[in-house]
């Protein structure tokens, strides 16, 4: 994968992978290259000019299964704020490192996605809300899915994966 400057991959749950260097070239690969498997995996650096790697890659898998008009801006919205969240704070004070999206079908009617990163998590203090509009990315992920669970690494084991399932219209 590319380094902090950049990079994303997009995969289509077997081998393929795709690597490109512009943000725009990114997206737009991300658009045409979701093949149709029940999975998908996006990999990108926690930059915030990666992050719409992943909605274009997650729209138009979901697309292809013919989910989005079910829960799809539900789906698109979590995805936005568990990677807005790595982007933002996994990684603060160091290098950017990796963030995975990872989205599968689980049975006929559900959706369950995971975004993860490297980075360690931050135990939210009273500064953080201090700016208003802010620090509601987690609640605004338990108010559209089903399920949410956050596993929060350990110290000697850092990363956070937020995972959120979505069943039915």
């Known amino acids: 994968m590319p380094g902090a400057a950049g990079g994303a991959r997009v995969a289509n749950g077997e081998d393929d992978v795709l690597d490109d260097s512009t943000a725009q070239d990114r997206v737009a690969t991300a658009d045409v290259a979701v093949p149709d498997s029940s999975t998908l995996r996006v990999e990108i650096t926690a930059v915030i000019a990666d992050v719409p790697v992943f909605r274009a890659a997650l729209r138009a898998w979901l697309t292809a299964r013919r989910l989005l008009d079910r829960r799809g801006e539900d789906i698109l919205l979590a995805v936005d704020e568990a990677v807005a969240n790595s982007v933002e704070h996994a ?79």
């Open 91 to 169: 990684y603060r004070g160091t290098a950017p490192g990796p963030v995975v999206l990872t989205a599968l079908t689980v049975g006929a009617a559900t959706v369950r996605i995971s975004v993860a990163d490297r980075g360690q998590w931050l135990t939210p203090t009273p500064d953080d809300n201090a700016v208003p509009l802010r620090g509601r990315g987690l609640s605004i992920i338990r108010a559209v899915a089903d399920v949410v669970s956050i596993d929060r690494g350990t110290p000697t084991a850092p990363g956070t994966t937020t995972t959120a399932e979505f069943t039915g219209p």
